[in-house]
């Protein structure tokens, strides 16, 4: 299963210092590699099954929303960087504007 490769504006610093964004597809494995998990550490953290991750690594299934929110957060991604990690096309969702001052 191919992945998109994401654009630098929707990885945090964090994610893009430790991510070769050139040429790279980006994928839930990936995201959570960069972070220094492993797969056990990060059920730990967002309170869900390992397979389940596994799950979502593979592209068996997608997260809830409310599991994709705890995801995001713990990777320090955002939400839409994830829904592209784990193939869903969200190429017509507007990116976040900061509210103007």
């Not at 593979?58 to 990777?75: H, S, Y």
């Not at 193939?87 to 103007?100: F, Q």
């Amino acid at each position: 299963m191919a992945c998109q490769v994401l654009r630098c504006a929707h990885l945090s610093a964090t994610m893009k210092s430790k991510i070769n964004i050139n040429d790279s597809e980006i994928t839930l494995k990936s995201l959570r590699e960069a972070a220094g998990l492993t797969q056990p550490e990060l059920s730990q953290k967002i309170n869900c099954g390992i397979r389940i991750i596994s799950h979502w690594e593979n592209g068996n299934k997608i997260p809830r929303f409310d599991n994709a929110i705890t995801l995001a957060r713990e990777l320090g991604i955002s939400l839409k960087t994830l829904a592209k990690a784990i193939n869903l096309d969200v190429s017509d969702i507007p990116d976040d504007v900061p509210p103007e001052k």
